[in-house]
Nanobody
Framework: QVQLAESGGGLVQAGGSLRLSCLASGRAFSSASVGWFRQAPGKEREFVATITSGGERTFYADSVKGRSTISRDNAKNTVYLRIDNVVPEDTAVYYC???????????????????WGQGTQVTVPS
């Protein structure tokens, strides 16, 4: 198992950028496929972005494609999510999730990930 802790949420003005971090405990993190998901009030949790264990492949939801970057630093056990040109529709609780022993695999479904953080709130006022 791995413990995940998101940080970096808060109030972001429309048109600005947000940068979230997901810090993991445990040495197994370097084997993990990691995803970011978000859940807006009254809506289901949705996929945002994912990255393979070595960072060689990434995949994004259409809603953030072209204005988002997911990256990782395995030496720091951390995965990052940056979203530029944010809009009110980006308001949500953002979660990171990890699937261990997923060398090179890319996953984008919530049910693929066994380990989840507690989430961090991002608010983009309209």
């Amino acid at each position: 198992q791995v413990q995940l802790a998101e940080s970096g949420g808060g109030l972001v003005q429309a048109g600005g950028s947000l940068r979230l971090s997901c810090l993991a405990s445990g040495r197994a993190f370097s084997s993990a496929s990691v995803g970011w998901f978000r859940q807006a009030p009254g809506k289901e949790r949705e996929f945002v972005a994912t990255i393979t264990s070595g960072g060689e492949r990434t995949f994004y939801a259409d809603s953030v494609k072209g204005r988002s970057t997911i990256s990782r630093d395995n030496a720091k056990n951390t995965v990052y999510l940056r979203i530029d040109n944010v809009v009110p529709e980006d308001t949500a609780v953002y979660y990171c999730a990890a699937l261990l022993s997923a060398w090179g695999l890319i996953r984008a479904k919530a049910y693929d990930f066994a380990n989840w953080g507690q989430g961090t709130q991002v608010t983009v006022p309209s």
